[in-house]
């Protein structure tokens, strides 16, 4: 009888092309599977609660997987971990638990949250190169703050939406949209059922031309009613985005 598994994982975007698997280059995904075949000789699907982009991190990616017989939760999570090390991928079971047959990683999930990091200093990065956006000009937290309102509640996403997205409608709900700054680090708390391709980093690089005086606040009202991507701002970089939780 077989047996389905919930994991939470950690990674490092950085040399990854994303969670999904890629023909040409390494993602969380397929280092799942390849930790999981190399540890028990099943090979599986490893379902993923979000599709991050090449680049973007994770710090509470949920994903589900069956094996064809039960195994103790400490002895997968030990193994894959073992294992992934082993191919030096960037990814971290945190960890393992079984679940019904009927969860579903992506479809069971009621909620997600993403964290956006900005540094605004002067001097560039070194540590935290991959890890958050570099503005070296500076931002005016209070204004982006005010932005922001006008982007939370139930809206027609268009002019923050990829050109790519294949989400059926642009409507979606945001719920949560703080921005707190903690010296030189900013950072964007979002959360909301489900988003459009890009639409944290479209919605935050819009913010950050309210932060840099090119836009008024409430000029976030304008770009939302006008539903057109060209009448925002930029795509912020994919290394300041992290995956933080999955609600169920």
């Known amino acids: 009888m077989s047996q389905r598994y919930k994991i939470i994982v950690e990674y490092d975007g950085t ?14 995904q397929e280092a799942l599977e390849q930790a999981i075949f190399n540890f028990c000789g099943q090979k599986v699907e490893v379902y993923g609660a979000g599709r991050t982009d ?22 997968i999570r030990e193994a894959l971990n073992a294992h992934l090390r082993t191919q030096e991928a960037p990814v971290s079971v945190l960890s393992v638990e079984e679940v019904d047959n009927d969860f579903n990683a992506r479809f069971s999930a009621c909620g997600r949250a993403y964290i956006y990091r900005i540094t ?17 000009v500076p931002l005016n937290v209070e204004k982006m703050r005010q932005g922001a309102q006008y982007l939370l509640g139930h809206h027609d996403f268009t002019s923050f939406r990829a050109a790519k997205c294949q989400a059926k409608s642009p409507l979606k709900t945001l719920d949560k ?10 950072t964007f708390y979002v959360e ?7 639409q944290v980093r479209n919605m935050v690089g819009t913010l950050k031309m309210v932060g840099d005086g090119h ?11 006008k539903k057109d991507r060209a009448a925002a701002g930029p795509t912020a970089p994919a290394h300041g985005l992290y995956l933080q939780r999955i609600f169920y």
Do not use: C
Request: glycine letters at 6%; zero cysteines; charged letters at 20%.
């Open 15 to 28: 040399s990854l092309l994303g969670w999904q698997k890629q023909l040409d280059g390494p993602s969380a």
């Open 54 to 75: 090449a680049g973007v991190h994770a710090i509470g990616q949920v994903a589900h997987f069956d094996l064809s017989s039960p195994i103790d939760v400490f002895r």
């Open 215 to 225: 836009l008024n606040p409430e000029d976030i009202k304008t770009i939302i009613e």
């Open 192 to 198: 909301a059922r489900s988003f459009l391709h890009h």
């Open 177 to 186: 949209l703080d921005i707190i700054q903690d010296g030189e680090n900013i």
């Open 120 to 136: 605004n200093r002067r001097s560039p990065l070194v540590l935290d190169k991959y890890r958050s956006w570099w503005v070296y």
